[in-house]
């Protein structure tokens, strides 16, 4: 990704949208390390295509282990869609596949004031450093 100098975004956010041919050839771990080096930066992380069910659970634990008072408070995540389960088969939910078509917002817990999901919207109120 570009590096943003300080100063070039004056006061405003900056929002990172990766995309999923980004994502595709890493590793779980490198794509959790990409993630949480933004959110660090105090950045908005867009997910063209989301992370599987293990990854956000991988992200949020490592997500625990780096928080600190003076520094990281953690990270907000909403995923949209979530998986609808009543329009899988039986076998596609037993097999494990849901819908890979799925944008994942992530920002640092501190900026997100609110963040808000319906079925059709992912809202989210950010505010300045």
């Known amino acids: 990704m570009p590096e943003v100098t300080p100063g070039e975004t004056g006061d405003g956010v900056q ?7 980004r994502m595709e050839g890493l590793t779980s771990m490198e794509k959790i390390r990409l993630i949480l080096d933004g959110v660090r930066d105090g950045n908005i992380v867009v997910l063209e295509e989301g ?14 282990t780096e928080i ?3 520094e990281f408070n953690g990270i907000e ?3 949209y869609p979530h998986s609808q389960t009543g329009s899988q088969s039986l076998l596609d939910r037993l097999m494990g596949k849901g819908s890979d078509k799925k944008l994942t ?7 997100i004031e609110t963040l808000h999901k ?12």
């Open 15 to 21: 929002i990172d949208l990766i995309s999923g041919a």
């Open 105 to 111: 917002v992530i920002g640092p817990a501190n900026q």
């Open 118 to 129: 319906d079925e059709n919207l992912i809202s989210a109120l950010v505010s300045r450093k």
């Open 51 to 64: 992370l599987s069910p293990d990854e956000e659970s991988k992200l949020i634990e490592v997500t625990m």
């Open 77 to 79: 995540i909403e995923t």
């Open 68 to 70: 600190s008072p003076d």
